[in-house]
C-alpha cells in the first residue's frame, strides 16, 4: 500500500540538511530517506552514469592529445 505523504507525516519526521533543497525522513531517530529535486536528482544520475563509463574504461589505452586533435580535424570537428 502506498501512503502519501500527508499520512507518513505522522510517523516520520523531516530534517533540514546542509543543502536547503534537499530534506532526509527521519524514522526512529535514523535517515531513511532524501527528498531532492527533481533537476539535482537528474544530476546525480548523471555524474554516477559519468563514474561507471569511467570505470569501464580505465584499462583502456590513453590518447595523445595530438592523436586526438589530429582525428577531430580529419573528422571536421576540429577547425584551426
Known amino acids: 500500500m502506498r501512503l502519501s505523504r500527508n499520512q507518513l507525516r505522522p510517523k516520520l519526521t523531516m530534517m533540514k540538511t546542509l543543502d536547503p ?3 532526509y525522513l527521519v524514522k526512529n531517530g535514523k ?3 532524501v527528498i531532492l529535486p527533481i533537476a539535482e536528482y537528474e544530476e ?3 555524474d ?3 563514474l561507471a563509463v569511467i ?4 584499462d583502456e589505452p590513453l590518447i595523445p592529445l595530438a592523436e586526438v ?4 580535424k580529419r ?6
Open 75 to 80: 573528422n571536421g570537428r576540429l577547425r584551426r
Open 44 to 46: 546525480l544520475l548523471e
Open 69 to 72: 586533435k589530429r582525428r577531430l
Open 48 to 50: 554516477l552514469h559519468d
Open 55 to 58: 570505470a569501464r574504461r580505465k
Open 21 to 23: 533543497k534537499a530534506e
Open 31 to 33: 535517515p531513511t530517506a
